[in-house]
């Protein structure tokens, strides 16, 4: 956890320095200090929780978010963003993509590469009647969330009815998501939602199940597997007053399972819902508080408690700034 952190944090400051240094020194050497005028332009982060919106940042704008999660054991517990605006139309991203792993029990999430292009210009997006319209693509690399010395949880490891069970596994997996995202901010409401298309995919899996008879455990390898999940999502965002709003968003994740009577990995979805605040301490500067709940949980206490802080930091003025 403390290399993610490190990592986010140096990606971070040498983003904000390198920005820093151009906008703090003139063509003739000189300091200048009139772009702190611009971080009263900053714009809202194009984001809920994790559901995109269908807005872009603003050109040279950067966002970064750092964060992390309480309440449930089986978590990566940080979270954390970091996104870049290119001339008022496209917006790149460093975040991670999670998802429900039902071997361990746990809720995992892979490094992911965001790529979003607004398919509406800015200029026409702010008349009131023209909705903004967008495409985002989450891609993760290859990553292993079961090897050989994972603990499986109990369930997963149940027998069948002739006493097999599933005694170790290894698994790599990744996602790709296609968002296709239409949505309109107004001062006292925002509501961005369309259809989302993952890609899952899993590979090098194979397992090893203690056979009752044969009194030792017997290795088999498990077929590739690719399956696509179609869904609805949405976002909204409401106005409390000046300083705060109230957010929510609904979105499914994949959720990898394993079926002990077909010895097979099965890829399914689970709905996750996120109820919170965000609170402006500056018109660049908000911090947002929510509870996290899967369809796929037992109860409540499973439910978990997501805190975050962003900055939206604008090095160039912006005419077509979205208000706060």
């Known amino acids: 956890m403390r290399k993610k952190l490190l990592f986010i944090t140096a990606v971070s400051f040498f983003?904000?320095?390198?920005?820093?240094?151009?906008?703090?020194?003139s063509g003739d050497g000189k300091i200048k200090l009139g772009f702190l005028e611009n971080f009263n332009q900053a714009s809202a982060p194009t984001k809920t929780f994790s559901a995109p919106s269908a807005r872009v940042l603003n050109s040279m704008e950067i966002m970064v978010n750092m964060g992390s999660s309480f309440g449930v054991e089986q978590t990566d517990g940080f979270l954390?963003?970091?996104?870049?605006?290119?001339?008022?139309?496209?917006?790149?991203e460093l975040t991670r993509s999670s998802f429900m792993d039902n071997l361990t029990g746990n809720q995992k999430s892979f490094p992911s590469t965001v790529f979003k292009m607004s398919l509406v210009p800015q200029h026409l997006a702010q008349n009131w009647y023209i909705p903004n319209l967008s495409l985002q693509l989450h891609s993760t690399p290859w990553r292993s969330n079961v090897d050989p010395n994972t603990s499986l949880k109990q369930e997963v490891r149940a027998t069948d009815?002739?006493?097999?069970?599933?005694?170790?596994?290894?698994?790599?997996?990744?996602?790709?998501?296609?968002?296709?995202?239409?949505?309109?901010?107004?001062?006292?409401l925002r509501f961005h939602g369309g259809i989302s298309l993952t890609d899952v995919r899993v590979r090098n899996s194979y397992q090893w199940i203690f056979y009752q008879d044969l009194g030792y455990d017997v290795y088999e390898e498990i077929p590739d597997l690719q399956k696509n999940l179609i869904n609805p999502y949405g976002n909204v965002s409401i106005f409390a007053n000046e300083d705060t709003r109230l957010l929510a968003e609904l979105q499914a994740i994949p959720f990898i399972d394993y079926n002990i009577k077909t010895k097979k990995v099965e890829i399914k979805k689970t709905w996750q819902a996120i109820v919170g605040v965000r609170f402006f301490i500056k018109k660049w500067i908000s911090l947002d508080t929510g509870v996290k709940y899967l369809s796929s949980a037992k109860g409540i206490a499973d439910s978990e408690v997501n805190f975050g802080l962003n900055f939206v930091l604008p090095f160039k003025k912006n005419e077509n700034t979205i208000i706060k």
């Open 15 to 25: 983003l904000m320095s390198s920005g820093l240094i151009d906008v703090l020194i």
């Open 80 to 92: 954390g963003k970091i996104a870049i605006g290119l001339g008022g139309i496209a917006e790149i």
């Open 161 to 188: 009815f002739l006493g097999n069970n599933l005694s170790r596994m290894n698994m790599e997996n990744r996602f790709t998501t296609l968002f296709g995202i239409i949505g309109k901010d107004f001062h006292f």
